[in-house]
Every structure is written in C-alpha cells, then in structure tokens.
C-alpha cells in the first residue's frame, strides 16, 4: 500500500486504522532526525567554541611576554639582592626575547618594592626580587599585604649562611665558649645588627632562643660600618654574611665560630655549624626569590620557574652566587610557597620571644 504520511489533521482523521499505525514509524523517524541533526548542529557550536577558546589561550600563552618585563628590587643599586636580580635579569632577557629590566624602589625594608607588587596586574610582567627579610617583615611589620596570599611565589634563586664572627680580641673561639661566657656574664656581650628586626637582629634572636643566654644588640645603618666597628673592637660579635666576611677572616681580621646552616657550608668546609658546636638546632639561611603578584597564569609561571632554573644550572651562575657567599636554589613553585609560609611561622616565633620589635 503506498501513501503519503505527510496529511492535515483532516486528512489523518479519514486514515483507517493500519494506514496510521503504519504512519507511526514513520512520524517518529522524521522527529528523531529533526532531534539528532540539531544535537549534532549544538555539538558542533560547542566544540567551535571550545576550540577557539584553546586557541586563544594557547595564543596568549605564547604571546608572553608581550613587552618589557619590570623587576622590582626593594633595595638599592649593588645590594646583594640587587646584583642578583641583574644577573638573572639579563640572562632571562636572552630567553625571553624581551627586555628585562631591574627597577630599584628602596625603603621599609623592602616593604615599598613589595607593596608595588602586591597591586600590579598578574600577566607576569611586573615581578618582585626579594629576600629573607620578605618572612621577617611579616613577623614585626603591620604590612598592607599578606606576605604569601597577595603573591605567586616562582622560584627561589639562591640560598647561602650566614657566619658567626667575633673581634680578634674576643675570649671565645667557638660557640660552646660564647655559650659558657654568655651564661656567666649575661647582658654583657654585644652583638652588631645593621637595623632592627633585620637578618643579623633575628639570627641573635634564634640564638638566644636556642641556647638561653642573653646577647646585647648594637644597632647599624648599614652592614658596613657594622662590620668596621666589629673589626676595631666598638663591638664583639656579628652575624654577618659568607659575601662580607670572608675575604675578613681570610685576611685575619676577624674568627669565626660557626656557620648558622644546619650542614657545613661547601664553600667554608673548614668553619663548624652553630648547632654543632653548642646550639643544636640552630638553623637559618640567608636567600633570595621570586615572586609576582597572586593569580597569575600557571603557564607563564611555569616558564619563568623553568627558564631560571635553567639560568641557576650555568657554571657562570653558580660563580656569580658564590661570591655572594650562596649557591643555586631553584624549586618548584608550590614548594617554594611551603618555604615562605614555614619562615613566617619560625620568625613570627623568635620575634615574640626575642621581643623583636620596630617602631
């Protein structure tokens, strides 16, 4: 029997019975078409979509940086925290292709540069070399940031210690003898600290809380004349860095009695740790990093961390650390993170039992 499905509603009413049930299959088929086709018409919008998306991502990704990348340093011209910035600086411009360029905006510790940061926009093109002192100035600082939320940490660049030094007059030749001359004579011993709450302050912090006894901190504008009145006798310790003592001890015009890593240092192979020498567990490294603001694209993260960990692995990198007393440090960024947020929880500590404070 042939006809044609396609009726009105009068039309379909004449139908006998079979002639309907017959249109059925039909009618259904017609539907189920009209259905899938328009499906598959949604589907492919969808992946258009999708696939544009990718693209876009993809394109953007691969865009960075799009123009000059800005390095804040929260300290000025030739610090050490400046130097390295500019030596990772010009070796990230080769592989980036865009001019990386170091922007000094000293003050507060680093507090400025870091606040700067804080607020830029996260496409990774303004970045912040910092310090140690980024933890410390989260443990005595009100700060208009938080130390770790308002950032992506990147990498760290490089990590070395710090050395106990004394007066060449000084009685004690190794910690265990401070140890004992501190307990007999509390409050008498004088330590050099170039600012308060700065590396040096809050290494004597640990001390002391390590081992009990009371040091005398003797305030410093700067490293430099601390370490001239050290040398001349105006005071009788100092926790100095490896990059400022050194060539010091070499020349015989101070001793050392420890280095504060928790192994001897590969660069002082010959100068004990603190905590072997009667302050176990005495542990502190001075390092440097880098940060950008929070949020920024995993991708281009990623590649910065990959790029400078890349630049860290050069014999010429690993020399220009080691005169800054340090050696490369690189990690991942989550790690990186766990060591910021580790330092503020360990300072915030000696700072209340130090009473470490800033005005």
């Known amino acids: 029997m042939d006809f044609s499905c396609k009726v009105n509603s009068v039309k379909a009413a004449k139908l006998t019975r079979n002639q309907r049930i017959a249109c059925e299959p039909v009618t259904l088929l017609t539907q189920l078409t009209a259905s899938t086709s328009t499906t598959l018409h949604r589907l492919g919008c969808a992946f258009i979509l999708l696939a544009g998306g990718i693209a876009c991502c993809a394109h953007a990704q691969s865009a960075y940086p799009a123009r000059p990348v800005r390095v804040i340093v929260g300290f000025p011209p030739g610090s050490g925290t400046d130097m ?3 030596f990772v600086g010009n070796k990230l411009t080769e592989r980036l292709g865009q001019q990386v360029v170091v922007d000094n905006r000293p003050g507060a510790n680093g507090i400025i540069a870091a606040e700067l940061v804080a607020k830029a926009a996260p496409d990774g093109h303004t970045l912040l070399a910092m310090s140690i002192s980024h933890t410390m100035n989260a443990a ?3 700060l ?3 130390a770790v939320k308002s950032f992506t940490p990147i990498t760290q660049l490089g990590a070395g210690p710090l050395v106990l030094v004394a007066n060449t007059a000084f009685p004690a030749n190794n910690v265990k003898s401070l140890i004992d001359l501190a307990t007999a004579k509390p409050n008498t011993i004088t330590y050099a600290i170039s600012g308060t709450g ?7 912090g640990l001390f002391a809380r390590i081992t009990g006894v009371q040091l005398v901190n003797v305030p410093y504008k700067g490293g430099a004349q601390a370490l001239t009145d050290l040398i001349g006798g105006q005071v009788q310790l100092m926790f100095g860095t490896a990059a400022i003592t050194l060539a010091q001890i070499r020349a015989g015009r101070m001793k050392p009695l420890g280095v504060s890593t928790q192994k001897r240092w590969p660069l002082l192979p010959d100068i004990p740790t603190i905590a072997e020498s009667g302050a176990p567990g005495y542990e502190m490294n001075t390092w440097w990093g880098m940060l950008g603001p929070a949020g920024m ?5 990623s590649r910065l961390n990959s790029d400078i960990t890349a630049i860290l692995a050069q014999p010429e990198s690993v020399k220009r650390l080691e005169a800054e007393g340090a050696l490369p440090s690189p990690m991942p960024s989550a790690e990186f993170t766990r060591v910021l947020s580790t330092e503020i929880e360990k300072w915030t500590r000696v700072a209340r039992d130090a009473s470490i404070k800033v005005e």
């Open 84 to 86: 390295l910035a500019r």
């Open 140 to 142: 005595v600082y009100k």
């Open 144 to 146: 208009p940031f938080d």
């Open 198 to 204: 700065g590396i040096n302050h809050f290494a004597g």
């Open 297 to 301: 694209p995993p991708a281009i993260v």
